[in-house]
């Protein structure tokens, strides 16, 4: 007769087992989209963590980082409080896409519905947001394009294209009848 910790372990393996058996029928695509937005989501949030607070605060080191990097022009515009709250406004934003990316495809990974709700989201929060750039490059920064003579690549940020392609391909692989298809295969076979 087996002690109470081995049925305790015994029952705790098969319902594992039943979980990670049905986990191995995880379609190929959600988990390299899942990693990729994984890998993505947390480079890109780390790096708007520091690129909000760095205009925010603008210590030496950023303010030295941005004066090699960007053209005399976007120096001089940064100065202007009205252009630098965009771009914290921007950047905060995009970071904040970046952790919703982070969340989604650690719980599209776990096979969790809520993981593909919230990839389902940030596709559809970038491409609303990438609308709302191509409005703002005529209504905001235009004026500072007449006003520092900036040129349109001067502004370092959202690029129309690049932005897109993962968000276009996720769309497209997680609304694939095989995704519907692993979620009911691996909600159905759940234990606890």
């Known amino acids: 007769m087996p002690s109470r910790m081995q049925a305790i ?12 058996e049905a986990r191995l029928q995880r379609p190929r695509s ?44 976007y120096w001089r515009a940064l100065q ?35 993981g593909w709700q919230l990839m389902m989201a940030y596709v559809v929060l970038v491409f609303l947001w990438a609308a709302g750039e191509l409005v703002a490059d005529f209504r905001v920064y235009s004026h500072y394009r007449q006003v520092y003579n900036l ?4 502004r370092p940020g959202f690029r129309l294209m690049p932005g897109l392609i993962y968000p ?15 979620y009911q295969q691996y909600w159905f076979t759940r234990d606890d």
């Not at 630098?84 to 969790?112: D, H, K, N, P, Y």
């Not at 276009?168 to 692993?182: G, H, N, Q, S």
């Open 9 to 20: 372990y015994q029952l705790g393996y098969n319902r594992s087992s039943a979980a990670s």
């Open 30 to 73: 959600m988990t390299v989209i899942g990693v990729i937005g994984l890998l993505w989501g947390s480079a890109t949030a780390l790096m708007g963590l520091i690129a909000t607070y760095g205009l925010i605060v603008m210590p030496d080191w950023f303010a030295e980082f941005l004066r090699e990097r960007v053209s005399p022009e």
């Open 80 to 114: 202007d409080d009205g252009f630098r709250r965009w771009g914290i406004w921007r950047t905060g934003t995009t970071t904040l896409f970046s952790l919703l990316l982070v969340v989604g495809a650690v719980r599209l990974l776990r096979m969790e519905p809520r």
């Open 168 to 182: 276009a391909i996720a769309a497209y692989f997680l609304t694939r009848p095989k995704v519907a298809e692993a």
């Open 151 to 154: 040129r349109p690549t001067d």
